[in-house]
């Protein structure tokens, strides 16, 4: 099959420009085709990684072999497996799926990375800035391993401050060019990345973790913040707002241009790096106020060991079964889920007391994962094989009621409860005393029997009052009674143990119906963050943020899910008009048309975007979209008012007379359109 440059070369072409969905798509339905070819998937590869898709491009690094992209894929995966290890081993914590990755990878590319890591220089030039600097200074402290501070001349404070933040201190002659002096800056550094920032600003630490994550995706090469310029200390809404690229890689030969207001992105661009932009990382800027211009290692241990058995003993099903139950603490229900059915499978008799564990870790992992029927069958399979005791009996409840089978789920934790615990019996204890009860709860209240659902309730929180999913159960109980006040802080107080991390979604639910918007905010994105499958989840997150009248969150939250995934016009209208309330008016405009592509039928759709057309007074296409939004939704008068307003702005005063009358025969009262027709008149 001919190789496709045509779509490679619009592909790239895309790529520079930053267009990575569009890429994506174009390269996605060229591989219908032709599935195996190297160049595609390679070219596809690396605009996953653009899209912060790593792990999807890493499962594409073996279709690439022979590909003119494979290696600059391969050294795009190794770098930023590279870095991803390197912060994990910052923040000791796993990652054994990237280590896998990682070492997959390095079968494709055997050079080590070279002025490759995460290590963070922020990098700032000062002349007198004792006011502020320190400031500056503590909010770098928590992100930065590094701080270098350029002296041009101070004669106050200002160096000793710097000292006492352990400060790389340098001394620069000023000569009336900011790039110069900052390049100096540059030059001192010796961390990957710098951080561009001034002493009259500071590091908002709602940033920080999208920061970590910035600098593991060395394939960018700088990224742009927002800037907000305070106007008034006092007035947090008056500010100007503008995005610079203000962290980037360190690389030699690119440095800063321009004596003022200077730029670091023009470099590299020139060397075909790209951009991106860190929605959340904000730098707030005090230099324009009116006063200033006039003056977990234990378990990991375990694991290892275990690990170790396994491989040392591969058919030895009680090796599998403490790995297993291993795994389940450490919340890796994948990873428990596998191993148990390794020891399920391994187990040669019916009387190995693990048994009923094995097969109740089992269920639960399968549960866990959203697997409630598997884990039905799998509770009759330890039945067959004479395992089946009071914890598989609370599997088949808990399976049952996950598949909102409620009455076959009430049956089966009533017998649950019913039953004993038997002498030499492996498993969770507290399923007897009070985790039975606690289900129940949960059963009878989606069964709608509140007042015998908080006794069961209280029965769980008799024996553990802390226990989260009896809360949870009362939450609920007291949700459907519509006292949200009680029902959210009891989401809040069942939210932190574990396994329910769910709580904050229903917290999230509750809050908004309390009036608590902002709550269901914060609430919302966080669990979306961990379980970003779950969609109500996101536009919970949607909703609450344009509730608020926060554009830039709610802008925030739509570029998390990305545009591949949203498939609702309205969705589009809302995200063109966060983008459009932070002056983002082509973005808005592309998500308006977004909107109109998805539905041709959309009216608000078209007068949305020829609002903003108008306003960037583009008033023939303004009135064009006006034209075909009126052709959708020919009754609204104030439509046919704006496109009289777009007419009489192209001098087409008999096409604005018409439109003004249209607009006053459907509402008389209407102030404006009457006045802009007599103005009309009076003018002929």
Avoid at 317 to 324: A, G, R, V
Avoid at 585 to 595: M, Q, V
């Amino acid at each position: 099959m001919a190789e496709p440059k045509p779509t490679i070369e619009r592909a790239r072409s895309l790529v520079a420009d930053c267009n990575y969905h569009e890429a994506q798509t174009l390269l996605i339905e060229a591989l219908l085709s032709n599935p195996e070819n190297p160049n595609l998937n390679a070219e596809l590869g690396l605009i996953y990684c653009y899209g912060q898709k790593e792990f999807k491009a890493a499962s594409l690094l073996p279709k690439t072999v022979g590909a003119e992209q494979h290696r600059k894929l391969a050294e795009v995966l190794r770098d930023y497996f590279h870095c991803r290890k390197q912060l994990a081993a910052k923040f000791h914590v796993p990652d054994e799926k990237a280590a896998e990755l990682r070492e997959m990878v390095g079968r494709y590319i055997e050079e080590p990375p070279v002025g490759i890591g995460i290590k963070l220089s922020a990098c700032m030039i000062v002349k007198n800035e004792e006011t502020f600097l320190e400031r500056c200074l503590k909010s770098l402290q928590p992100i930065v391993d590094e701080i270098v501070v350029v002296d041009t001349g101070s004669t106050d404070r200002t160096v000793e401050i710097a000292r006492q933040y352990n400060a790389v201190i340098g001394h620069f002659e000023w000569c009336d060019d900011f790039s110069a002096a900052r390049n100096e800056s540059l030059h001192l550094a010796s961390g990957n990345w710098a951080l561009w920032i001034d002493a009259d600003e500071e590091l908002d630490p709602a940033g920080y973790d999208q920061i970590r994550e910035g600098l593991i995706r060395p394939q960018f090469a700088g990224y742009y913040f927002q800037i907000i310029n305070s106007m008034d200390v006092h007035v947090e809404a008056s500010a100007y707002v503008h995005t610079a690229v203000r962290l980037f890689r360190i690389i030699p030969g690119i440095g800063f241009e321009g004596r003022i207001h200077e730029q670091i992105i023009n470099g590299f661009k020139e060397r075909g790096y790209v951009p991106a932009t860190l929605t959340k990382a904000i730098i707030r800027h005090y230099g324009y106020l009116p006063e200033v211009m006039s003056e977990k290692k234990k378990l990991q241990r375990t694991l290892t060991m275990l690990e170790r058995e396994v491989a040392d003993a591969p058919e030895d099903p009680f090796h599998w079964f403490n790995l297993s139950n291993a795994y389940w603490v450490g919340s890796r229900s994948e990873d428990a889920e596998r191993a148990g059915r390794n020891c399920i499978g391994l187990i040669k008799n019916d009387d190995a007391p693990y048994g009923p564990a094995a097969f109740q870790i089992l269920c639960s992992a399968l549960i866990e994962l959203g697997q409630p029927v598997e884990a039905l069958e799998m509770t009759k399979l330890a039945e067959q094989k004479g395992y089946h005791t009071v914890i598989n009996q609370f599997e088949r409840a808990q399976a049952f009621f996950e598949m909102n089978r409620f009455d076959e789920a009430i049956a089966a934790v009533d017998q649950c409860i019913a039953m004993e615990w038997p002498i030499g019996l492996t498993g969770d204890y507290a399923i007897k005393t009070y985790k039975a009860h606690a289900l129940r709860a949960q059963i009878l209240c989606a069964l709608g029997r509140l007042d015998e659902a908080e006794a069961s309730a209280d029965c769980a929180l008799n024996k553990h009052p802390d226990y989260g999913m009896a809360l949870f159960a009362k939450a609920l109980i007291w949700e459907k009674l519509q006292n949200w006040d009680v029902a959210f802080e009891l989401f809040l107080r069942c939210s932190s143990a574990a396994g329910l991390q769910i709580c904050h979604k229903h917290a999230a639910r509750v809050a908004m119906r309390a009036g608590k918007v902002a709550e269901a905010a914060v609430l919302y994105q966080e669990y979306w963050m961990e379980h970003q499958q779950d969609s109500e989840a996101w536009l919970g997150w949607v909703k609450a943020c344009e509730a608020m009248d926060d554009p830039a969150g709610a802008i925030f939250a739509y570029e998390q899910v990305g545009e591949e995934n949203v498939a609702d016009a309205d969705l589009f209208i809302n995200w063109g008009r966060a983008l459009e309330a932070l002056a983002f008016n082509e973005e808005a405009l592309k998500k308006y048309e977004r909107a109109i592509e998805l539905a041709p039928q959309n009216a608000n759709a078209y007068f949305n975007r020829g609002d903003l057309l108008y306003q960037l007074f583009r008033f023939a296409e303004a009135a064009n979209a006006y034209e075909k939004g009126l052709e959708r939704k020919s009754d609204w008068a104030q439509g046919w008012f704006v496109l009289g307003n777009c007419y009489a702005r192209l001098s087409r005063l008999d096409h604005a007379r018409r439109s003004y009358d249209r607009a006053l025969a459907i509402v008389p009262g209407h102030a404006e359109a009457k006045l802009n027709l007599e103005l009309l008149i009076r003018a002929a």
